[in-house]
């Protein structure tokens, strides 16, 4: 069975502390994760898509990486502005339906 | 830009009533889906469709269904409200790669 894992829950990050967020994946044949921020009572927001292990994207302060296994978002000196949930989905091959992860809810405080 | 509108972004219901859910997409995407929202337990599928008239069910149907008479337009309907259908109601469309959200349909069912 598919599985998309998110770590930590939460998180709460002082204003310029740097961290990163985890997503583990079970699936055969990922045929694409995405990395979505989603606001308080809003829709998700697409931020990225990654395809092969190894691939690295950013944009301003996130950066998102993959592995066979995970992929990271690293947050880089955080604002209170960055502040939301981010969830990862997966998508594997055969199939156009997304398997999302619970998502980490990301708190900066000034 | 993609735009995936959905028609409402607060309704408040009774329980019993026969509720539609709209959601619009202006790309011409194949795929379109139906998510419910939920603290603690993420995204979870509710129907999707790949094409116009087809529809499948995904992992939570049950209480609900679905309508896809044209390419741009995905509507949920609640057959008969009931009070654990109280939740935040997301719709996505796809070609296959990324999925796009609407801005959600926080629903109240009393």
């Known amino acids: 069975e598919d599985q998309v894992t998110q770590s930590p829950e939460a998180l709460r990050l002082q204003e310029g502390e740097s961290s990163s967020l985890n997503c583990s994946y079970t699936v055969s044949g990922l045929r694409g994760l995405f990395w979505y921020r989603q606001d308080p009572g809003k829709g998700p927001e697409f931020l990225f898509t990654?395809?092969?292990a190894g691939e690295e994207k950013e944009k301003e302060r996130l950066k998102a990486t993959l592995t066979k296994k995970e992929s990271f978002l690293h947050i880089t000196a955080p604002k209170p502005e960055d502040s939301a949930t981010y969830l990862c989905?997966?998508?594997?091959?055969?199939?156009?339906?997304?398997?999302f992860g619970r998502g980490t809810s990301l708190i900066v405080h000034p | 830009d993609v735009k995936v509108t959905q028609s409402s972004r607060y309704l408040v219901k009774r329980t019993g009533e026969k509720v539609f859910l709209e959601c619009v997409q202006d790309m011409d995407h194949e795929n379109m889906f139906w998510y419910r929202q939920d603290p603690g337990l993420g995204l979870r599928l509710i129907y999707f469709s790949y094409d116009v008239k087809m529809k499948e069910k995904g992992d939570i149907p049950e209480g609900y269904s679905v309508s896809r008479e044209k390419k741009e337009r995905f509507s949920l309907i609640l057959e008969s409200a009931s009070t654990n259908q109280t939740s935040m109601y997301l719709c996505?469309?796809?070609?296959?790669?990324?999925?796009?959200f609407g801005q959600g349909t926080r629903l109240t069912v009393v």
């Open positions: 990654l395809y092969s």
């Open positions: 996505a469309s796809t070609r296959g790669t990324e999925a796009f």
């Open positions: 989905a997966v998508r594997k091959g055969g199939s156009y339906i997304p398997t």
